[in-house]
């Protein structure tokens, strides 16, 4: 048995008199909370909500101190189950970590053993983590739309907060899938990257039909929504007969002010996507067919590799809306 290390390398939220701030500590091997899975992480990702918990925001971490970090994948060290062979390729979305336990912005992580999905044939852990939970959750997204009857050829599907990291990957996903994207950005500069990802048109986000009927013309066969508030409320109230909306974030608000019409007039379909505790056999779903069907040049094309001593700077970029696409840490 190949010995285990006694320390390693995290980045640290920790809260004290003087505030909350994030710092790289070296900690024992001992501090890594309780599991039957140990991974060597090699890398981690940059979301929306790790910026929240990075900068020490309410509503994240559930105590301090605390590794941020809701994506990891690496390689397993030991598991005390049984269930996961040493040296095999992992990757942990969700379950909580990064938010209630540690999680990826370390060098060593310690999980149950039932939250690891083996990486998918052919592709690595960095292809994993610009995937992270923001393309996790664009394959459920999408997968939750055709469960629901999206076809190919059925019409315009729209991409709210497109240029973000699970709007980018949406795009992607769609486009490949042979669907007519069309993808709302507040940063129409973006343009040539949404349509390099293949969106088919790239509309202002202002450009979206206001909500100002509880029915609008119908426009959308599809919706993926990441923003919540109006934009999701006007895309809801426009979407087609039978068509459907996945619902997926909140960052442009998290009320919703609608009204039963669509769902009972239209037969609407309002679809929530939950990454965090997204059963397994369907998380093994969605990484196979993210491994097979995600371009992996347009993957490339959208993701920066940056070291784990870069993440504080990061975070209020990403909370303001100004990271394009998919940030891997690279945690080594
Ligand atoms: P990003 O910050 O990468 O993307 C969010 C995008 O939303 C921005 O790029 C921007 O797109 C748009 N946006 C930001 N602020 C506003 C605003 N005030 N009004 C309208 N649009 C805005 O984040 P992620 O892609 O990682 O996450 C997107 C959302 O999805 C977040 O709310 C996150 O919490 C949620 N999420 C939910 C998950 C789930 O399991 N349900 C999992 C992962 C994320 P543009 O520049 O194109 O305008």
């Known amino acids: 048995m190949t010995s285990l290390p006694e320390h390693y390398r995290a980045l640290r939220v920790v809260k004290d008199d003087q505030g909350t701030r994030a710092e790289v500590q070296t900690l024992p091997l001992a501090a890594l909370p309780a599991g039957d899975l140990l991974i060597a992480v090699s890398h981690s990702s940059l979301n929306y909500k790790d910026g929240l918990a990075v900068l020490g925001r309410p509503g994240v971490l559930r105590a301090y101190p605390m590794t941020p970090g809701i994506d990891l994948a690496g390689t397993v060290l030991e598991d005390r189950s049984g269930r996961w062979a040493p040296g095999t390729g992992v990757v942990v979305t969700g379950w909580g970590i990064g938010e209630r336990q540690d999680g990826g ?3 060593l992580a310690r999980v149950q053993p039932g939250w690891a999905v083996a990486l998918p044939p ?16 664009a394959m459920l997204a999408v997968m939750a739309l055709e469960e629901h009857g999206l076809t190919p050829g059925d019409g315009e599907v729209l991409v709210t907060g497109a240029a973000g990291g699970v709007g980018s990957v949406a795009v992607a996903l769609l486009a490949a899938a042979g669907h007519t994207v069309t993808a709302s950005t507040g940063r129409l500069e973006e343009t040539p990257y ?28 599809g919706v993926v929504d990441t923003v919540g508030g109006a934009t999701l409320a006007g895309a809801y109230a426009s979407t087609r007969t039978h068509g459907s909306v996945a619902v997926c974030g909140l960052a442009g608000g998290s009320e919703l002010r609608a009204t039963v019409f669509p769902l009972i007039l239209r037969g609407v379909n309002l679809l929530g996507v939950d990454s965090v505790t997204c059963p397994v056999p369907r998380r093994e779903a969605a990484w196979a067919r993210l491994a ?7 993957l490339a094309e959208v993701t920066q590799v940056r070291p784990l001593s870069d993440v504080p700077a990061l975070a209020p970029q990403i909370l303001a809306g100004q990271v394009r696409g998919r940030t891997v840490v690279d945690v080594r």
């Open 105 to 107: 912005y370390a060098e």
């Open 292 to 298: 097979r069907d995600l371009p992996a040049p347009r």
């Open 194 to 221: 949404l349509q390099a990802l293949g969106a088919a048109q790239v509309i202002h986000r202002e450009e979206l039909p206001a909500l100002t009927r509880p029915l609008e013309k119908e426009r959308w066969a």
């Open 122 to 137: 052919g592709v690595g852990a960095q292809w994993a983590m610009s995937v992270g939970t923001a393309g996790f959750t």
